[in-house]
C-alpha cells in the first residue's frame, strides 16, 4: 500500500510515524503502514456468498453462501484471540459481508475489544437503515468497490444497476456520518475510467481511494491476460499521481493510494528526485519504514471456513485453521515453512529482485503473482515494471 498523496503531496512526514513510537497499537490509522512491530491487520472473509457476480472476484464468490462458515460463536473467540494478539484492524470482506446477518454483530464485538473494525463491501446492500447500524456500532470506514462508471462497472459487476446502487450506499453513508472510500482494481477493460473515478470524488466529496493493481488470483486468473502492460502501468500511476497533485493544489485533497504493487514506492521515489530532491529523500525514509509488500506478516487472511492465509489472495495455501488453532499462535508459532519463508522473504527471492537496490523499500513485492505466472513462488513478481536501469545497485 503506497500513500501517494501521504508521500507526494507532503501530508506525511518521517516524523509523524515517530512520534508515536512507530507501535501500531498507538499510531492513528493512516499512519498503520509505518509501523515497526508489523503486528497484522487481518481481512476477515466473513462469507463466500454474494449477491454480484464480478469477473475478477478473488474469492470465487457464489450466490449462496459455501457450507462450513465460522458460526457467530466461534467468529467471537476468533475476535478474542485477535484483539489479545494485538491485531489493530478487522476488515471484513466477502464475497459480500453484508449478506451475512450477523456483520453488525460481529463488528460491534471487535470494536467493544478495542479493534478498528472496517468493511469491503460493494455498497449495494447499504440502505438507510443499515448505514445508521454500522455507525451507531463504530465501523471506522467502509470501502465501496467501484470498477468504472455505470457502464464499465456493472459489466465488471455481472448485475445491471449495481452502479446506481453503489452510488446509494456512498450517500447513504455520508449521511449517517461514516468515512467512506471507494476501491477500483486496474486493468485493461477499465483503466480509461481513471480520470472518472478522481472526478467522482471530487463531485460527491469521497475523501479517500485506492486503486489496486490486479493480482491473478481467485476469477482475477481469468483477466491475466487483460492486466496493463508494463507502460500502461507507469503511464496509469502517473495519471493517478497527476490527479493526486491537482485535487491538493486546488484545495481539495483526497487520501489517495496504490495497492498490491509495491513497485509504485520506488517510482514515486524516483519522479520525486527530478521534481524535489529534498521531500524524495523524506519519501524514501518512509518507504524503508512501510517495508513493502507484508504478505504473511503485516496481513493476514481468515476465510469463511476458519482457514488462515499469508493474505486474501493466497486461498491455494493454508497455514492452519483457527477451529483447530488460534491464529495468534498460527502466525508466531508456525508450522508451514512457506510462512517462516514470508516472513524474511528478501533471504529467498530470487532473479532481479534480489538484487534489486529497492528490495528494502517493495520487500519483494507480490509472490503469489509471481508464482501464479512461473509456477515459483520466489521468482520476480512479473508486474514489477521498474527498468533493469532502475533496480541496479549502482545508476
Same mark, same amino acid.
Given at each position: ?22 507501535? %501500531? ?38 450466490? =449462496?453462501? %459455501?457450507? =462450513?462458515?465460522?458460526?457467530? !460463536? ?12 494485538? !491485531? ?42 443499515? !448505514? ?12 465501496? %468497490? ?118 509504485? =514506492? ?130
Amino acid at each position: 500500500m503506497i500513500g501517494i498523496s501521504k508521500l507526494y503531496c507532503g501530508t506525511v512526514e518521517p516524523s509523524d510515524a515517530l512520534r508515536y513510537g512507530r507501535h %501500531s497499537a498507538h499510531l492513528p490509522s493512516h499512519l498503520l503502514q509505518f509501523s515497526e512491530d508489523k503486528k497484522p491487520v487481518i481481512v476477515w472473509n466473513v462469507t463466500r456468498g454474494c449477491n454480484l457476480k464480478c469477473v475478477h472476484c478473488y474469492a470465487h464468490a457464489t450466490e =449462496g453462501a %459455501s457450507g =462450513g462458515e465460522l458460526s457467530t !460463536a466461534e467468529g467471537c473467540r476468533v475476535i478474542d484471540d485477535l484483539a489479545a494478539f494485538g !491485531a489493530p484492524v478487522l476488515l471484513f470482506s466477502g464475497g459480500e459481508p453484508l449478506v451475512r446477518k450477523d456483520l453488525p454483530e460481529l463488528a460491534e464485538y471487535a470494536v467493544a475489544k478495542g479493534m478498528r473494525a472496517v468493511i469491503s463491501t460493494n455498497g449495494t446492500l447499504i440502505d438507510q437503515k443499515t !448505514a445508521r447500524v454500522l455507525k451507531k456500532i463504530g465501523l471506522s470506514y467502509v470501502g465501496i %468497490s467501484l470498477d468504472g462508471m455505470q457502464p464499465v462497472n456493472d459489466r465488471f459487476r455481472g448485475v445491471k444497476g449495481a452502479f446506481a446502487k453503489a452510488m446509494q450506499g456512498i450517500r447513504h453513508c455520508q449521511e449517517a456520518g461514516i468515512k467512506v472510500g471507494l476501491r477500483f482494481t486496474m486493468n485493461k477493460r477499465n483503466v480509461q475510467e481513471i480520470g472518472g473515478i478522481f472526478d467522482l470524488l471530487e463531485e460527491m466529496e469521497i475523501p479517500r481511494v485506492c486503486f489496486y493493481h490486479l493480482v491473478y488470483a481467485g476469477r482475477g486468473t481469468e483477466l491475466l491476460a487483460d492486466d496493463l502492460t508494463h507502460a500502461e502501468t507507469r503511464a496509469a500511476v502517473d495519471l493517478i499521481i497527476e490527479r493526486t497533485r491537482q485535487l491538493h493544489a486546488a484545495g481539495k485533497p483526497k487520501e489517495v493510494l496504490t495497492v498490491d504493487n509495491h513497485a509504485d =514506492g520506488p517510482y514515486l521515489y524516483l519522479r520525486l528526485q527530478k521534481e524535489n530532491p529534498q521531500r524524495a529523500e523524506e519519501v524514501l525514509s518512509l518507504l524503508k519504514m512501510n517495508e513493502g509488500n507484508s504478505s504473511g506478516r503485516g496481513i493476514g487472511c481468515i476465510s469463511w471456513d476458519g482457514e488462515v492465509y499469508a493474505d486474501q489472495f493466497w486461498r491455494h495455501h493454508s497455514f492452519g485453521n483457527v477451529r483447530e488453532r488460534p491464529f495468534s499462535r498460527i502466525w508466531t508459532e508456525p508450522q508451514d515453512p512457506l510462512l517462516l519463508q514470508l516472513k524474511e522473504k528478501k533471504n529467498h527471492v530470487q532473479g532481479r529482485c534480489a538484487n534489486c537496490r529497492w528490495l528494502d523499500v517493495c520487500g519483494g513485492n507480490f509472490r503469489v503473482r509471481a508464482e501464479a505466472v512461473s509456477g515459483n513462488v520466489w521468482a520476480p513478481d512479473p508486474a514489477c515494471y521498474l527498468t533493469d536501469e532502475e533496480i541496479a545497485q549502482t545508476v
